[in-house]
């Protein structure tokens, strides 16, 4: 009877296992992104000051329909003397969950034109983080954007 126990509990999967769960709104979070970015990120002075101005705007908006609607308001961003406004945007993405772990999930989904992948890593249920920049990059970067879950 032992053994028959132990056989089947590398068989049957973990009842305690469950994807950390996405449904909900989660804003970027500017605080987090400095906090952690200003020791750990690897960019340079211009970089630093472009990526402050356009974080903590983006907020997502997961549902159950594995959809995810993306809004960023009108950005106003100064380069050196010069001021640019970036336009809104709102966006409407259908993905899918790859795979997960109890911390986190991987998505693929299609933006701009290119398919997408991404990892969502789940510091507990009210915050996420993902890497920012895109794999054709040089990697080295270091650079988070987090979010977290409006109440």
Same mark, same amino acid.
């Given at each position: #009877? &032992?053994?028959?126990? +132990? ?8 009842? !305690?296992?469950?994807c950390?769960? *996405? ?19 690897n ?21 159950? #329909? &594995?959809?995810?609607? +993306? ?8 380069? !050196?003397?010069?001021?640019?406004? *970036? ?5 409407q ?6 795979g ?39 990697g080295?970067?270091h ?9």
């Amino acid at each position: #009877m &032992k053994k028959l126990l +132990i056989g089947l509990s590398f068989m049957i999967p973990s009842v !305690g296992f469950c994807c950390p769960s *996405l449904e909900g709104t989660w804003s970027s979070s500017i605080q987090k992104f400095e906090s952690f970015n200003k020791r750990w990120a690897n960019i340079d002075d211009k970089a630093w000051s472009f990526m402050t101005q356009t974080q903590g705007h983006e907020v997502v908006v997961f549902n159950n #329909m &594995k959809e995810m609607f +993306i809004a960023t308001p009108e950005i106003e961003v100064k380069m !050196g003397e010069r001021k640019m406004q *970036l336009p809104s945007k709102k966006e409407q993405i259908t993905f899918n969950i790859l795979g997960c772990t109890d911390n986190s999930i991987v998505l693929e989904y299609e933006r701009y034109g290119k398919a997408q992948i991404s990892k969502l890593h789940f510091e507990n249920d009210n915050t996420y983080w993902e890497y920012m920049g895109t794999s054709d990059s040089d990697g080295n970067s270091h650079i988070r954007e987090y979010y977290t879950k409006a109440k």
